[in-house]
């Protein structure tokens, strides 16, 4: 008996490899949307996305909304006057005790940047209303000052701030 090995390669050889390569790819396909529809839905992706916004245009004294995770979040530009008067609190006196340097960023103290969500029922506050020239909420009464801090009312806790940062100095990336 003897055996014989080519270095030639036969037919047969490349009937083998055309096989595996088209066993591979089609592997491949099928593989590829099964692992593809496992990913979030592009919407999913852009609810949850962090958001950019240029603090430019908002004047001083003036607050807007913007909406990020279906939250609306109040941007506020603060006078002098209000970043006094929200300094000037006694924090002891405060039924959720937070300085005003805590709930903005150091050297942008005039950005005050909150979750619009009343803590006590999950209402919205109305901004720039109120006895502390804050936000107002008119389900229940409570009222927050210019830092977005809980000062009378049913409310138990602070507005919440919500994760941002400064990109620069007139933009915030929120999330």
Not at 7 to 33: M, Q, S
Not at 75 to 94: F, G, P, Y
Not at 119 to 125: D, Q, S, V
Request: net charge neutral.
């Amino acid at each position: 008996m003897t055996t014989s090995t080519s270095a030639e390669p036969t037919r047969r050889d490349f009937l083998y490899i055309a096989t595996g390569a088209v066993a591979g790819v089609g592997a491949v396909a099928t593989a590829w949307p099964l692992i593809s529809q496992m990913n979030p839905d592009a919407s999913t992706i852009a609810a949850g996305a962090p958001i950019d916004v240029d603090l430019s245009p908002i004047t001083e004294g003036q607050a807007i909304k913007v909406f990020w995770r279906g939250k609306p979040i109040y941007i506020m530009n603060r006078t002098k006057k209000q970043i006094e008067e929200a300094r000037a609190v006694n924090v002891a006196s405060l039924p959720d005790p937070q300085t005003d340097q805590a709930r903005v960023k150091e050297g942008h103290d005039q950005w005050l940047i909150v979750i619009g969500i009343c803590t006590h029922l999950g209402c919205i506050p109305i901004a720039h209303e109120g006895n502390y020239d804050g936000f107002f909420c008119p389900c229940h009464g409570s009222q927050y000052d210019s830092s977005g801090r809980i000062r009378q009312g049913p409310a138990p806790a602070n507005l919440p701030l919500p994760p941002y940062a400064f990109t620069a100095d007139t933009k915030i990336k929120i999330g």
